[in-house]
């Protein structure tokens, strides 16, 4: 099955079409983008699908709430970034979030059992973006590396459905499926694995949130079959 990159940090229209030619290129049948605004659904480039995502990114878990509560209706995917605990602990046991996003950095939090095993339980997988190491050389990328194993270790040990991205921000940052493949296998993952992880993992996890973003879903297994006056 073709794989999909889960995370492309495109900034703006202009540059979609240049990230779509590039995962054209690389053998990706798809990308996930983050959007501002309304967010267009279900259109193409270069025969490459885009889905939207939307990243909260708040401190706050009533703030948080409140943009899940607005906001999943409009996005492919929603993701939270691994943050203090209460906000790991309420993001990974929703339902309407998808993953559970992996970030390092200076004040990042590697991922926790006790939130691995939550989300385990409500079907929140973890994603890992490795835009990061390729921005790192020597010591420095042996320790992220190391943090990556860590962190990817404990959600595999509790359940969790593992995802590779690239979290490019420019077309020449993003890697081919092959590439992550084996960039899984530095984290401890074997190659069947990663490439579940880009492929038929992605693909059912859009496939049915795509379906709930449809105008008859009401809720899980359940949609709206005719209106009133309908014929």
Same mark, same amino acid.
């Given at each position: 099955?073709?794989?999909?990159?889960?995370?492309?940090?495109?900034?703006?229209?202009?540059?979609?079409?240049?990230?779509?030619?590039?995962?054209?290129?690389?053998?990706?049948?798809?990308?996930?983008?983050?959007?501002? *605004?309304?967010?267009?659904?279900?259109?193409?480039?270069?025969?490459?699908?885009?889905?939207?995502?939307?990243?909260?990114?708040?401190?706050?878990? *009533?703030?948080?709430?409140?943009? %899940?509560?607005?906001?999943?209706?409009?996005?492919?995917?929603?993701?939270?970034? %691994?943050?203090?605990?209460?906000?790991?602990?309420?993001?990974?046991?929703?339902?309407?979030?998808?993953?559970?996003?992996?970030?390092?950095?200076?004040?990042?939090?590697?991922?926790? *059992?006790?939130?691995?095993?939550?989300?385990?339980?409500?079907?929140?997988?973890?994603?890992?973006?490795?835009?990061?190491? %390729?921005?790192?050389?020597?010591?420095?990328?042996?320790?992220?590396?190391?943090?990556?194993?860590?962190?990817?270790?404990?959600?595999?040990?509790? *359940?969790?459905?593992?995802?590779?991205?690239?979290?490019?921000?420019?077309?020449?940052?993003?890697?081919?499926?092959?590439?992550?493949?084996?960039?899984?296998?530095?984290?401890?993952?074997?190659?069947?694995?990663?490439?579940?992880?880009?492929?038929?993992?992605?693909?059912?996890?859009?496939?049915?949130?795509?379906?709930?973003?449809?105008?008859?879903?009401?809720?899980?297994?359940?949609?709206?079959?005719?209106?009133?006056?309908?014929?």
């Amino acid at each position: 099955m073709p794989a999909i990159d889960f995370n492309v940090r495109v900034t703006d229209r202009d540059s979609l079409d240049s990230f779509a030619d590039m995962a054209s290129t690389l053998g990706f049948s798809g990308i996930v983008v983050p959007t501002k *605004g309304e967010p267009p659904r279900g259109f193409e480039i270069n025969n490459v699908t885009i889905y939207t995502r939307l990243d909260i990114k708040s401190t706050k878990l *009533g703030v948080l709430k409140r943009e %899940l509560g607005k906001s999943r209706k409009k996005y492919s995917i929603i993701a939270v970034p %691994l943050s203090e605990i209460d906000i790991a602990n309420w993001a990974a046991k929703e339902a309407r979030v998808d993953v559970l996003t992996f970030q390092p950095t200076k004040t990042h939090h590697n991922l926790r *059992g006790s939130t691995a095993r939550l989300a385990a339980k409500a079907g929140t997988s973890f994603e890992v973006s490795i835009a990061p190491l %390729l921005n790192v050389t020597g010591l420095t990328r042996s320790k992220l590396i190391k943090e990556y194993r860590e962190s990817i270790t404990t959600a595999c040990n509790a *359940g969790m459905k593992v995802i590779l991205s690239s979290g490019a921000s420019t077309p020449i940052q993003m890697r081919s499926p092959w590439a992550l493949n084996h960039i899984g296998t530095l984290f401890g993952l074997n190659t069947q694995y990663t490439e579940d992880s880009i492929s038929n993992h992605t693909h059912t996890l859009l496939r049915e949130n795509v379906q709930k973003l449809g105008d008859n879903h009401i809720a899980a297994g359940i949609e709206l079959v005719s209106r009133g006056g309908d014929e």
